[in-house]
């Protein structure tokens, strides 16, 4: 099994290896992305390190295999410097059950390559329950809290703590 190797986005061609593993994952659920919103998950993969956010690229082997973006949280009452905000990750569908995901998640957790926050959140489709497993194993619980998306899908947030 080859090894899965984590790094930063941190040049145009590992932002563009990002997007595709974005745009592969998108296609294969069936949610087709159009030109504009791959532009803007582009602009906010190369982003990467800016203001505190941290862009993750893995590899499987020698391809581009899932990616990953976290940023500050950011609450009514303004950021919390000691809790991250995981706003994307995604698996070429090729390497799903690959464990590139844990890989990824494990990464931010221990902070390898960025601020080593002690908290995690993360908002997933109530639908998404490969994502609930993923955050599941990754020891993130269901905090209860529950929003309606425009399109009327409901999401629930789910919260890490390290040593939890």
């Not at 109530?126 to 998306?149: H, I, S």
Request: glycine share 12%; charged share 25%.
């Amino acid at each position: 099994m080859p090894r899965t190797l984590i790094t930063p986005i941190d040049d145009e061609e590992s932002g563009r290896l990002a997007v595709g593993v974005w745009q592969a994952a998108r296609r294969a659920a069936g949610n087709l992305p159009s030109e504009a919103r791959s532009e803007r998950v582009a602009a906010k993969v190369a982003r990467g390190a800016e203001a505190g956010e941290v862009a993750l690229l893995a590899h499987y082997g020698e391809r581009a295999a899932g990616m990953l973006v976290a940023e500050p949280f950011q609450d009514e009452d303004g950021p919390d410097d000691a809790c991250g905000h995981l706003s994307m990750v995604f698996v070429d569908p090729a390497l799903w059950g690959c464990g590139v995901a844990s890989a990824l998640m494990r990464s931010l957790q221990r902070g390898d390559h960025g601020p080593g926050w002690t908290r995690l959140s993360v908002w997933t489709r109530a639908t998404n329950l490969r994502a609930q497993r993923l955050y599941r194993a990754r020891g993130f619980t269901d905090t209860g809290e529950r929003a309606t998306l425009h399109e009327g899908e409901v999401i629930s947030r789910w919260e890490w703590r390290a040593g939890g």
